[in-house]
T-cell receptor, first 110, second 115 residues
Framework: GQNIDQPTEMTATEGAIVQINCTYQ??????LFWYQQHAGEAPTFLSY????GLEEKGRFSSFLSRSKGYSYLLLKELQMKDSASYLC???????????FGIGTKLQVIP | EPEVTQTPSHQVTQMGQEVILRCVPI?????FYWYRQILGQKVEFLVS????????KSEIFDDQFSVERPDGSNFTLKIRSTKLEDSAMYFC?????????????FGPGTRLTVL
């Protein structure tokens, strides 16, 4: 089975940096996705980490430590539109079954 | 930019009725998925589909559920006899490949309400 743990809610200020942590336990592990989901909308892909380390993509970066079962999503220069839920999703292989956590609801305030 | 589309955006049905949710995946994608999200809960995998066959399904995907690709473009999810607890947002997704991790593109979802 899979167990995914991330904070349920976070608040950060516009222009600031926020780090959303995720720990996971899976029976198999190939990599980890981060998705963004605005309220009432579909998840959209942010990143996929396979190897340990930090991957940067614009204002968003994602880090993975396979040995620790740990990942984080780093959002820089926060904008109001970044208010959304951020879903940590380990991928255990096979036909791409993505297992989502409950997500972290981020609120960006002025 | 190509996108996954879903119809209807909102479906209201009576308990015990059959519903069919429709999806048009991105045209060159080969792998198709259905997920659901009960209000306030996490997105849950239902089923993956490739080469006209179910590749993997979750415990949620019981005999009341079926999927079909009736033609070259549509991908449908049928619920034979809906229950109150089937009320959720249903997302269709597609990807170019399934053998290695690949970005899954999600449709906007169909909100199913069972009364």
């Amino acid at each position: 089975g899979q167990n995914i743990d991330q904070p349920t809610e976070m608040t950060a200020t516009e222009g600031a940096i926020v780090q959303i942590n995720c720990t996971y336990q899976t029976s198999g592990f190939n990599g980890l996705f981060w998705y963004q989901q605005h309220a009432g909308e579909a998840p959209t892909f942010l990143s996929y980490n396979v190897l340990d380390g930090l991957e940067e993509k614009g204002r968003f970066s994602s880090f993975l430590s396979r040995s620790k079962g740990y990942s984080y999503l780093l959002l820089k220069e926060l904008q109001m539109k970044d208010s959304a839920s951020y879903l940590c999703a380990p991928y255990s292989g096979g036909y791409q079954k993505v297992t989502f956590g409950i997500g972290t609801k981020l609120q960006v305030i002025p | 930019e190509p996108e996954v589309t879903q119809t209807p955006s909102h479906q209201v049905t009576q308990m015990g009725q059959e519903v069919i949710l429709r999806c048009v995946p991105i045209s060159n994608h080969l792998y198709f998925y259905w997920y659901r999200q009960i209000l306030g809960q996490k997105v849950e995998f239902l089923v993956s589909f490739y080469n006209n066959e179910i590749s993997e399904k979750s415990e949620i995907f019981d005999d009341q559920f079926s999927v079909e690709r009736p033609d070259g473009s549509n991908f449908t999810l049928k619920i034979r006899s809906t229950k109150l607890e089937d009320s959720a947002m249903y997302f269709c997704a597609s990807s170019t490949s399934g053998g290695v991790a690949d970005e899954q593109f999600f449709g906007p979802g169909t909100r199913l309400t069972v009364l």
